[in-house]
C-alpha cells in the first residue's frame, strides 16, 4: 500500500527503487527504527518481477518466481514501519542538505540520507525499427514474452550469460533459437555457455550481427551481415529477444555523482559510499560485475548500515 508522506518533514533515509536492493536496504533502515520512504520508481519491484523462475536465491530449494520473492520482500519490509510513495524522481539537488528529490507530479522529499537502488534497464541495439517492433517480434524479456513464439523460429541476440539465459529459457517454448554474436566465442559463464552448446534447439551464428529486422506488422525475417566479410544473409524467424547487456539507470545524477565510462555509480571500495556524503548505491546502479539479486540485497544491506552510521554521527540518536 502506498501511504502518505507529510509535507515539510524531512525524512531520514530516502530509498529509490524497489527491487532487492532498495527493499532490503528497507528492512534494515526500518528495523534501525528509521523509518524509511521508498519510492517505487516506474517498475516497482525492479528487474525481477519480469523474471519467471529464479533458482539461485538461498532459501528456494525448489526455486521462486520473481514477483513473488519481490511480494514477500516488500511485506517484510513494510511489516516493519517502511511507507511507500508512488513515482518517478525527475530531478534531485544533492548540492545542499537536506536533499531534495522532485517527482513527476511536482512534489518534493527532502531527506537527510539517500540510498540509491534505481537498478539497470536493458540494453537494445539501435536499429532503426526496433522499438516500433517492440512487442510485435522483439523482446528484451523472454520470461515476458517467450509463450508467444510457441513453436516458432526465433533469434537471440548477444554471447554473455543474459543471453545465453534468454536462449535456454526460449527452448521450453520455441522450434529452434538460434544465437546471433559479434564475436567467435561467448562471454557467458562455462555453466550457461555447457548449457546452451548441450541444447539440441540452440543453433549459433558467430561473427555477425542484425543488419535490419524486416516484416511490417510483425517480424518474418532478419538481415544478418558477418563482420568479417561484410556478406548479408536472411534469417527467418518471427521473434527477436535482445540480450546485450544493461544500462545503469543513471541519468538523473550526471553532474552530481562520479560515475565510469559505463555511467555505473562510483562508491568507496567495500562500502556504498558516494563521493557526498550521506548519498548511498546500492544493486546493479553500482554493480557492473555480479549483477545478481542476492549481491543487490547484500548491498542493500550494506546501505542501510552506512545510512544509519552515518545519521548516528551527524544527527547523534536518530
Known amino acids: 500500500m502506498s501511504q502518505t508522506v507529510e509535507h515539510g518533514v524531512t525524512e531520514n533515509v530516502v530509498i529509490l527503487g524497489t527491487g532487492p536492493a532498495g527493499l532490503t536496504a528497507a528492512i534494515y533502515a526500518a528495523r534501525a527504527n528509521l523509518s524509511p520512504l521508498c519510492v ?8 525481477l518481477t519480469i523474471t519467471s523462475e529464479v533458482e539461485n536465491f538461498p532459501g528456494f530449494p525448489n526455486g521462486v518466481l520473481g514477483p ?19 513515482g518517478d524522481v525527475q530531478k534531485v539537488n544533492l548540492t545542499e542538505k537536506p536533499f531534495t528529490l522532485t517527482l513527476a507530479d511536482g512534489s518534493t522529499v527532502k531527506t537527510k540520507t539517500l540510498i540509491i537502488a534505481t537498478g539497470a534497464s536493458a540494453k537494445l541495439m539501435g536499429l532503426e525499427r526496433e522499438k516500433k517492433m517492440m512487442g510485435r517480434g522483439v523482446s528484451a524479456c523472454a520470461t515476458c514474452d517467450g509463450f ?15 543471453a545465453m539465459e534468454e536462449a535456454t529459457f526460449l527452448t521450453r517454448f520455441a522450434k529452434s533459437v538460434t544465437v546471433i554474436h559479434r564475436r567467435d566465442t561467448l562471454r557467458a ?19 555477425s550481427a542484425v543488419h535490419e529486422i524486416i516484416g511490417e506488422q510483425e517480424v518474418s ?30 541519468a538523473l545524477f550526471k553532474g552530481q555523482l562520479s560515475m565510469n565510462e559505463a555511467e555505473y555509480l562510483d562508491v ?3 562500502t556504498t559510499r558516494t563521493k557526498i ?16 539479486a542476492i549481491t543487490a540485497a547484500g548491498t542493500g544491506c550494506m546501505a542501510a548500515i552506512d545510512a544509519e552510521r552515518y545519521l548516528e554521527s551527524e544527527h547523534g540518536a536518530h
Open 268 to 270: 568507496e571500495p567495500g
Open 189 to 207: 559463464s562455462k555453466v550457461m555457455q555447457e548449457k546452451a552448446f548441450k541444447n539440441p534447439k540452440i543453433k549459433f551464428i558467430w561473427d
Open 148 to 162: 508467444f513464439f510457441r513453436g516458432q523460429d526465433i533469434a537471440v541476440v548477444g554471447g554473455g550469460d543474459t
Open 277 to 292: 556524503p550521506g548519498v548511498y548505491a546500492a544493486g546493479d546502479v553500482a554493480d557492473p560485475i555480479y549483477r545478481q
Open 221 to 250: 525475417a532478419l538481415k544478418i551481415i558477418n563482420l568479417k566479410t561484410q556478406a548479408i544473409s536472411d534469417l527467418s524467424v518471427t521473434g527477436l529477444f535482445v540480450a546485450i547487456g544493461h544500462q545503469p539507470n543513471t
Open 40 to 47: 517505487e520508481g516506474i517498475q516497482p519491484g525492479g528487474q
Open 68 to 86: 513473488d520473492l519481490m511480494t514477500e520482500f516488500r511485506k517484510q519490509a513494510e511489516r516493519f514501519g517502511t511507507r511507500f510513495k508512488q
